[in-house]
């Protein structure tokens, strides 16, 4: 009976004084929550990135959540809305729910931003430029290897491709901050834009099928 209680009271112990931090952990099975080198060294990114220490985004670009570690609720919206949370009814991707994550949403950085929002403040981190103005709201690399991602709801086979871009967004940027970049994890991918001769190409394709059709009439 006394094994049993001392067993028990390490159990409770154990759970009392697990990190607030690990609620909520989204991300590959064997990420222990730690931080982004953490999630990135995990059995679905063993060494496949590179370190980015600055990024002009510039165009459209395809983005969706693909991790998180924090228990607060923090999100990923195309809009400067400061302290609106769950009720900006344009965030993307939140902590909150992750009914979407894998999902592909679409951004165009020559009109439009990616904007970290923390529970606690303060919001509106833009993503781009990145550099060292806003290096301390986010870490950047660039995948080296294709993978797969086979955890996320909203997409339970999620392919990355070479290229492809992996941003960790850090709590409070510069104020109180922990420097794990793994409260929100999103993946991104610029849209290619059609070479100038393929348009060209396509043009007299278009431009020859009504030549036919007007002289079948």
């Given at each position: 009976?006394?094994?049993?209680?001392?067993k028990?009271?390490?159990?409770?112990?154990?759970?009392?004084?697990?990190?607030?931090?690990?609620?909520?952990?989204?991300?590959?099975?064997?990420?222990?929550?730690?931080?982004?080198?953490?999630?990135?060294?995990?059995?679905?990114f063993?060494?496949?990135?590179?370190?980015?220490?600055?990024?002009?985004?510039?165009?459209?670009?395809?983005y969706?959540?693909i991790?998180?570690?924090s228990g607060?609720?923090?999100?990923?919206?195309k809009?400067?809305?400061?302290?609106?949370g769950?009720?900006?009814?344009?965030?993307?991707?939140?902590t909150?729910?992750?009914?979407?994550?894998?999902?592909?949403?679409?951004?165009?950085?020559?009109?439009?931003?990616?904007?970290?929002?923390?529970s606690?403040?303060?919001?509106?981190?833009?993503l781009d430029?990145?550099?060292?103005?806003?290096d301390?709201?986010?870490?950047?690399?660039r995948?080296?290897?294709?993978?797969?991602?086979?955890?996320?709801?909203?997409?339970?086979?999620l392919?990355?491709?070479?290229?492809?871009?992996?941003?960790?967004?850090?709590?409070?940027h510069?104020?109180?901050?922990?420097?794990?970049?793994?409260?929100?994890?999103?993946a991104?991918?610029?849209?290619p834009?059609?070479?100038?001769?393929?348009?060209?190409?396509?043009?007299?394709?278009?431009f020859?099928?009504?030549f036919?059709?007007?002289?079948?009439?």
């Open positions: 009976m006394k094994l049993f209680n001392v028990l009271w390490i159990c409770l112990t154990q759970l009392l004084f697990l990190p607030q931090s690990m609620a909520g952990l989204i991300g590959p099975g064997d990420w222990n929550g730690d931080n982004i080198n953490g999630f990135l060294n995990s059995n679905l063993p060494g496949i990135e590179t370190s980015v220490s600055s990024l002009d985004f510039n165009g459209q670009w395809m969706t959540a991790g998180r570690e607060n609720t923090n999100d990923i919206d809009t400067a809305n400061a302290g609106l769950a009720l900006d009814t344009s965030l993307s991707f939140s909150a729910n992750s009914s979407n994550w894998g999902a592909w949403d679409t951004v165009d950085f020559d009109i439009e931003n990616l904007f970290f929002e923390d606690n403040g303060p919001w509106n981190i833009g430029t990145f550099g060292s103005i806003n301390p709201g986010f870490k950047l690399f995948l080296t290897q294709d993978t797969t991602l086979t955890y996320l709801s909203g997409n339970s086979s392919e990355l491709f070479v290229g492809d871009i992996i941003v960790g967004f850090n709590d409070n510069l104020s109180h901050s922990d420097a794990d970049y793994d409260d929100i994890i999103v991104m991918r610029a849209t834009v059609p070479a100038p001769g393929s348009l060209t190409l396509f043009a007299l394709g278009v020859g099928l009504m036919i059709r007007r002289k079948s009439i």
